[in-house]
């Protein structure tokens, strides 16, 4: 036995000999029912104290590697080869439920995987159809760019400043007065929550949210130990709102404009009273007008227009206008605030693609993206057109709904409250995919987010009257 611990070593002696003697078992050199030295020999053979070694075979023991017998001496146990290989591999599942993240709904986790199957009929999905995005487009601008190597490398912390300068002018059509300085570049609008989560929060600040929330879908707030608080519009004061979030860090998050997942939009007298209360109670803003660019009508200004107080985060994509993959959306707000939020996108990604942020310069700067939106609005609005159309086809006795006033949903109220996880899976053992209420409200059972932006009209008309049928069905079992 010519192996000894090694003392210069930051490891303790006594993990080292559990190290060596595991060693051995795993090699064959000790194979099961191996009777060990004793601790005595075992101390003089090593050069260790007694104490050492009985420390390694407590350990080696309670691991089931080890066993003595009564009266007798330590043999290598009969199991140890196979207790050896398990111990070789990382129990992951204990890391994942460790870990700071939270997983998502079984629902949505499903969804997103649906979401990849060609021959589901999705009827709730929240993006363009592929023939919506203006692929061929995309592709003959890109022969127009003027690359070179400052231009896709890394761009600065806050983005490219081309694009900045561009989406100055572009806000300005919102009443969004704004620098460069006051913008900072995303990947797309849930990157901006998840900045401003880790960024500008601490744990167990809390979260306003309307009742119906699409930040229930996704947890970057909940991940890092915040809390949502639902807010009704009636409780929708200072005085309620100041009592709920006693001296904790707040913000409140809002989407005045075509609200997901309801499609609601606020009066200005509602954003104007909305404003004043929250800079009443110096309560931030995170103001998401991501589907501002899809309304079928003209629009009251958005809050970040009225605010006076730098107090209102304001966040915008392309995702729901361009192309989801390009990846671009950005935030503006004080640039203080703008600092920080790229100091920890840069700690992350590194900055947006650089071929992204050319891209959309020149969508900006050239009226490509006006002429988009407009085709666009034309599209969607036949789309809106025909599904409610459907829906007063079928629905008409059992359900409710809002006339769309653009974006991509219909929020629909069943009479009777069948919208389950066993109704969800019923649609899609029948090839129909959607987003239950639920999702955005864990309590809700009546509604569901419908979308006319994705399926085709054929899609669209066998989808719902799947929905129907199923719906009939449930109702009668209620």
Request: charge should be neutral; include cysteine; aromatic fraction near 10%.
């Amino acid at each position: 036995m010519h192996w000894k611990p090694d003392r210069t070593l930051s490891i303790s002696l006594s993990k080292q000999i559990v190290q060596w003697i595991t060693e051995n078992i795993q090699s064959g050199e000790w194979p099961s029912g191996t009777k060990l030295p004793t601790q005595r020999q075992l101390a003089v053979l090593l050069g260790v104290n007694r104490s050492t070694i009985q420390e390694a075979m407590d350990e080696l023991k309670a691991d089931g590697i080890i066993s003595s017998k009564v009266g007798s001496s330590t043999y290598v146990s009969n199991d140890s080869w196979n207790i050896l290989v398990k111990q070789k591999q990382p129990n992951w599942q204990k890391y994942i439920e460790a870990s700071i993240h939270k997983p998502n709904y079984q629902t949505i986790q499903v969804i997103n995987e649906c979401e990849q199957d060609d021959s589901i009929i999705r009827l709730s999905t929240g993006e363009l159809a592929p023939n919506l995005l203006p692929t061929a487009k995309i592709q003959a601008s890109l022969q127009q760019l003027q690359l070179d190597g400052r231009t896709i490398g890394y761009s600065s912390p806050q983005g490219s400043l081309p694009l900045r300068e561009a989406l100055c002018q572009y806000l300005k059509k919102r009443d969004i007065t704004a620098s460069p300085d006051n913008i900072c570049i995303v990947s797309g609008g849930l990157q901006a929550l998840q900045l401003i989560a880790v960024g500008l929060l601490e744990t167990g600040s809390i979260v306003f949210q309307d009742p119906f929330s699409y930040l229930n879908s996704i947890h970057p707030f909940q991940s890092f130990g915040m809390e949502l608080q639902s807010v009704y519009p009636s409780n929708r004061n200072e005085t309620a709102i100041d009592k709920r979030r006693g001296r904790r860090q707040s913000i409140y998050y809002a989407i005045p404009t075509l609200h997901n997942p309801t499609g609601a939009i606020w009066s200005m007298e509602e954003k104007q009273s909305f404003y004043h209360m929250c800079k009443t109670l110096h309560l931030p803003i995170i103001e998401d007008d991501v589907y501002f660019e899809l309304a079928f009508e003209e629009l009251t200004p958005p809050l970040k227009a009225i605010d006076t107080a730098g107090q209102v985060l304001y966040l915008g994509s392309m995702s729901k206008t361009l192309s989801p993959g390009l990846r671009i959306g950005w935030v503006v707000a004080p640039s203080p605030v703008i600092k920080r939020l790229a100091d920890i996108k840069m700690q992350m990604d590194y900055g947006s693609s650089a071929f992204s942020q050319e891209i959309v310069t020149h969508w900006l700067t050239t009226g490509l993206y006006e002429q988009h939106l407009q085709e666009l609005k034309i599209e969607l609005q036949r789309r809106a057109v025909l599904m409610e159309a459907l829906l007063k086809q079928y629905f008409t006795n059992i359900a409710s709904w809002q006339s769309p006033k653009g974006g991509f949903y219909i929020w629909i109220r069943f009479n009777q409250p069948i919208v389950t996880t066993d109704f969800f899976f019923q649609l899609l053992k029948q090839k129909v995919l959607i987003n239950p209420g639920y999702i955005y409200e864990p309590k809700d059972t009546y509604h569901i987010r419908l979308s006319y932006a994705y399926a085709s009209d054929s899609e669209l008309q066998l989808g719902l009257h799947i929905l129907y049928e199923e719906a009939m069905g449930n109702m009668k079992e209620c």
